[in-house]
Nanobody, 124 residues
Framework: QVQLVESGGGLVQAGGSLRLSCAASGRTFSNTDMSWFRQAPGKEREFVAGISWWPSGTSYADSVKGRFTISRDNAKNTVYLQMNSLKPEDTAVYYC?????????????????WGQGTQVTVSS
């Protein structure tokens, strides 16, 4: 059983930046794919960014490409999401997710572990 705890959300104005963190515990971390999803009111939970163990790599939703950067520190069992040039449409609850199975990294149904979420609000 993996426990994930997000932090770093908050209220920022458009064009600002936030850095989200997700701390994992309970199981090995290095062989786990980690991703960030987000859910705005009235919308489906959508993939934002992912970082895979093997094959190694990162993936981003088109809506955040060039603005967000996902990274991980395996020694600290932590994954990060650096969010720059934030837009009001980025407003959502951001969830950290982990999986130890195969599949396209964007597929939310493949993730078995989820954090409780952290609110990101971008004002205009």
């Amino acid at each position: 059983q993996v426990q994930l705890v997000e932090s770093g959300g908050g209220l920022v104005q458009a064009g600002g930046s936030l850095r989200l963190s997700c701390a994992a515990s309970g199981r090995t971390f290095s062989n786990t794919d980690m991703s960030w999803f987000r859910q705005a009111p009235g919308k489906e939970r959508e993939f934002v960014a992912g970082i895979s163990w093997w094959p190694s790599g990162t993936s981003y939703a088109d809506s955040v490409k060039g603005r967000f950067t996902i990274s991980r520190d395996n020694a600290k069992n932590t994954v990060y999401l650096q969010m720059n040039s934030l837009k009001p449409e980025d407003t959502a609850v951001y969830y950290c997710a982990a999986r130890q199975r195969s599949g396209v990294i964007q597929a939310r149904e493949t993730y078995g572990y989820w954090g409780q979420g952290t609110q990101v609000t971008v004002s205009s």
